[in-house]
């Protein structure tokens, strides 16, 4: 009986000593500064949950909307443009055999579109046969991704300042590409324009078509916004230093 009573006064104790708090002079684990990195490799407002502002959409907000006050007197901010979504669409009927699309065509395009834009895209099945391109009902023709919100904006960060770039001989973006609704349209002949693509590892090269969609807006409004968030359009020609002889393209 002594020997229980005396494990029994052990054992309230040792709970008694768990349940005291920490002495002051203690380790503690070292905080993370707000915007370094932590040991786990994320940022203090990554690991916090705190929602960091694409600094192009930061811009859109300040800079871009006061530009258009001033040059376009638009005064209340709901008559300003609104960037809504971007849609980046890659054919792949023109690889089909059979009414089939290869395995490696598929799985090329689907790795380098959720790649490139962070969300895997949609395999589109084409709506008419059409005997001229071999086409018929039901085959895989397109990969289609919408984008929105923050991955729009990075989206279109990373094509303005990593993309156009990389892109051989470029002079710049043709700015006829806009519709009746101010939204633009263009289009890349290779993928490899991305730094997060290995052109070592594709088993073919291919485009995308690129779609900027806006709202309340008019091709001159989204040509400007665009231009004010650095979108490297074609530079008019200019006239007086041109050459004698020499015949302007239209």
Known sequence: MASEKDSKNTQGAANKDAKKPAASGAAKPPKTPKGKASPMGETADEASGVRVEPRLQTRFKGEVAKALGEKFGLKNPMQHPKLTKIVVNVNMGRHLESNKLPANVKTTVID??????????????????????????????????????DRMWHFLDRVINLACPRIKDFRGLKATGFDRQGNYAFGLTEQGVFPEINMAEVTFTHGMNINVCFERSTPELSKFVLAELGMPFVKPEDKKNARPGATSSK
């Not at 962070?118 to 086409?135: D, E, H, I, M």
């Open 112 to 149: 380098t579109v959720t790649r490139v834009t962070g969300q895997k895209p949609v395999v589109v099945l084409s709506r008419k046969s059409v005997s001229n391109f071999k086409l018929r009902e039901g085959a895989e023709s397109s990969a289609v991704v919408t984008l929105r919100r």
